[in-house]
Nanobody, 114 residues
Framework: VQLQASGGGLVQAGGSLRLSCAASRSISNINFMAWYRQAPGKQRDLVARITSGGNTVYAEDVKGRFIISRDTAKNTVYLQMNSMKPEDTAAYYC?????????WGQGTLVTVSS
């Protein structure tokens, strides 16, 4: 599975961005798809995850601000980021697990200025 992430950029604090992750195959039977992020000098952490059944999980520090969704017709997963904070600055990575193997997209950089 190839994952192509896009949508990163520079935004002011309080602003919004939407990230997209396009998969090279149908996502209908992919167990889950997720977004992770990694700030400079820090580990890569889960931001949000959505299962094939549509169930979602969010990191505590993004709950109420970020929304993960998917469009199975477009084989794409989105991360809508609202009320952004400088601490959201990071490289964001798309991830999925298929046939028990993890797949990663390239990172897309998000910078939030104060």
């Amino acid at each position: 599975v190839q994952l192509q992430a896009s949508g990163g950029g520079l935004v002011q604090a309080g602003g919004s961005l939407r990230l997209s992750c396009a998969a090279s195959r149908s996502i209908s039977n992919i167990n889950f798809m997720a977004w992770y992020r990694q700030a400079p000098g820090k580990q890569r952490d889960l931001v949000a995850r959505i299962t094939s059944g549509g169930n979602t999980v969010y990191a505590e520090d993004v709950k109420g601000r970020f929304i993960i969704s998917r469009d199975t017709a477009k084989n794409t997963v989105y991360l809508q980021m609202n009320s952004m904070k400088p601490e959201d600055t990071a490289a964001y990575y798309c991830n999925c697990q298929y046939n028990f193997l993890p797949y990663w997209g390239q990172g897309t950089l998000v910078t939030v200025s104060s």
